[in-house]
Every structure is written in structure tokens, then in C-alpha cells.
């Protein structure tokens, strides 16, 4: 009976999704509707005992209170941070300066889109230091994003480069990686070495390639036409865009700040990004005041700093929660848990349900918006299943890794689809259209490079 209600409500969610609804609210509804349907079918509790406000209709609201509470302090006040960042680079012309710096170099290329597709493998590189997919494409749209565009790339192009950019969590220090390691029983080094590389290096060419190809025919197919936008002194429509050229550092400050204040370099000082978007306002500052010698006019220029915060907010911050309240309803009514027996007893074969398992984390990834949730749910249970089916548990273990943060790049909901959208100016549903073709290729690649790597 959840089964049939989470079926319904998510089909209704759908639906009124494509017709334009707003997706807060309906995805607020849906999951309290499948909460309180969940209570009164004895099939869960909305919070712990412990927890609980006394009141299940309270209960709900209390979830979303402590989601908003979580969030705001933690991935929340990342995603603020950045984008009041980029608003401020914006408004200082900062951004600008950037793109008029790297603009005539890479029009040299004459290939934009050649461009566009090695931006995409040096973000997947740059993963391997910032593990947050979300956090990752936030500093990619704040540097990357004006010169993909500026060199004749469609808004929606480059937004899908950088939204997929972290679509294989596979750095050593990625709590998904060390989880899937503790479960097989290898050292995270060494499964991140012997096992995540092999598959991650044959993803990126296929890929780089598939964006590359889709996102050139799709552009073509919208009618979009590949006109480079060069800015300088001449075309400028007001003084921010005049800045001098020592402003196209500004952009990078952060970026620079979390590379060098990390593993690879200077381990022993701890960056974070939100340390780092501040570090980088406060030096633009200086360069502010070094360059109008107005002290009233940059201190007033910092309010565009805490309007971007507040956008970031209301628009993006409010949908994550959203999308987790939607999450919990389907947790509550019994419909994850569900999956995860039905998986144990489908009676498959070893390769049946490897697939079985890849296919359900998936599924999970894009209607949750999330990649570790599913993941975390399913990697507990994965030794007694691949025990039942006489194969090592990283062989499973590692496609259902790879296949959590692969799908979460096509879900509507997730972080770094609603974030990247909302710093790009596009719709997340429009933004997942782009990804879905390139993300198909890295799920096969991702399946069929584990058996054949690795499956005896």
C-alpha cells in the first residue's frame, strides 16, 4: 500500500512539475503527504521517539524546521556564500575582467566547444581537491561559466558542463569513497587506486566526448547561433566593466585559496569555501578602495554581496530543503525500505544483481536529489548480498557508488543541479536535458568497465 501512495504522489509531483507549478511548494506538500500517510498506516515515524514534538502533525514541521536549521548552517551557507560572491565579482566587473583576459586566447582555439568539453575534464580533476559536487560547480560558474559563455557557448551548454563536472565522486577523501572501502574491507587508497581510476579514466574521454557532440547539436537544435562576445574598453556600458585587467585574478582568489590550502600543498592550514568567499571579498575590497579611493562607494558596493546571499536563499536553499522534505515522505511510508528487500530477495543471479542494484540506486538518486542518501542506505546490506552471490563486495560496491553520483546529475532536485541552474539563469528542468544524454554514456561506461576490469 506505501508502494502505491509514493507511486501516485510521485507522479503527481511530476505532473504538476512539467505543468509549471512551483516546485517548492509541491514538493513540500508531497512529502508531508506521504508522511502523515506513512504515520497512519503504521508503516513509520516522522522523527525518533527522543525527538519527537509529542504531535505528528507537529513532527512534520519540526522535520523541516531541523532540515532548514541543518542546511543553513552547513551546505546552505556554502551555497550563499558563493553566490553573494559571484553577485559582488559581478558587480565590480571583476567577472568581466576575467572573461576579456582569457577571451582572445581561446577564440584563437576557433572550437568553443572543444573548449567547453576539456573544461569538463578539468573540473573532474579539480574533484579530486574539492569534494563537494555542489561547492565544486558554484566556483566553476563563478570562473568558468562568463568565458564559456563569452566564447559563443548557449547558457544552458555551459551550465551542463560544469553541473556534471563532480559526476563521479572519486577522490580519496570523499566520504562515499571511504564508505564503499571500510564496507569492502581495502584501505581507501588503495581502492581508490586499484578500482575508482581504472573506471574514472575510461569515463572521462567518453564523456567529454558526449557533451562535446550533444550539447554542439542541441544548441544548433534551439536555434542558438555561436557569436563570441569580446569584451574591452571600447564596448563597455559602464565604469565596473573599465576595471583594470589585475581584476580578472578576483574570480580565481577563492579557487586559488582552497588548492593551495589543501592536501596537495599546505595540509597543516584548514580552507573551506565559505572562509575562502570571504577572504575573496575582503581583498576585492582593498583593490576597491585602491581604485576609486572612495571609501562610502565600496562599502555601499558590498550590499550587492548580501543580496546574492539572500537569493541564494530563497531560491535555492529553500528547493534543497524541499526536495529532502519529499525524501523523508517516501522514507517514512516504507518505500526505500521496500526497495532495499525487494533487492535482497529478487533471487538474480551475480551480474543480475549487480544491475538489479545499480539500477535501484539510480532510481533512488534522482527522485531523492541526492546521491549519498541512497548510497548510504544500500551499502550496509551490499557484503550479505554479495556474499549470497559469490562475489567480492567491491564488485558491487563500486558501480553503486559511481552510479549514485552519476544519476544524482540528471535529478531536478539535487544541489548541484538547482545551484548551477540558479547561478546560470536556466531552468534545473531544462539543465537536466543537457545532462542526460552525456551522464547515460558514464552510467554504461561505469557498469561495463566493472565487468570488464575487474569481474572474473
Known sequence: MGIVISLIVTFWVGYLITRKYKPQPVLFMAGLILMFCGVALGLGAILPAKNSTGSVFFDAFEFIKQTFSSRAAGLGLNIMAVGGFAR????????????RLTIRPLLALRAPYLVMAASWVVGMLLGLCINSASGLA????????PVLVSLGVSRLSAT????????????????????????????P?????????????????????LHYFT?????KRDGHEVVPIVLDKTNADNDEECVPMIYAILPTLPLALILIFSNLWISWIKMDIIKAMFIGVFIAMIFEYVRTRDGKKVLDGIQSFFDGLGMQMANVITLIVAGETFAKGLTTIGTIDAIIKGAQTSGF??????????????GCSIVMGSGNAP???FASLTPTVAAKMGVAPVLMLLPMHFAASIARSVSPITAVIVVSSSMGGVSPFDLVKRTAIPMAG????NVIGTFVYFYR
Open 215 to 219: 550539447q554542439k547539436w542541441m544548441d
Open 349 to 362: 543471479g551475480a551480474t543480475g544483481m549487480i544491475l538489479v542494484m545499480v539500477g535501484i540506486i539510480a
Open 138 to 145: 558554484m566556483l566553476l560558474m563563478v570562473t568558468l561559466f
Open 442 to 445: 558514464a552510467m554504461l561506461v
Open 375 to 377: 548510497f548510504f542506505a
Open 88 to 99: 559582488y565579482m559581478d558587480h565590480i566587473g571583476a567577472s568581466k575582467a576575467l572573461v
Open 160 to 187: 551542463a558542463v560544469i553541473a556534471t563536472t563532480l559526476c563521479l565522486d572519486w577522490s580519496p577523501s570523499d566520504t562515499g569513497t571511504i564508505l564503499s572501502a571500510q564496507t569492502a574491507g581495502l584501505d
Open 189 to 209: 587508497v588503495l581502492y581508490w587506486t586499484n578500482y575508482q581510476i581504472p573506471i574514472a579514466l575510461t569515463v572521462m574521454p567518453v564523456v567529454a566526448g
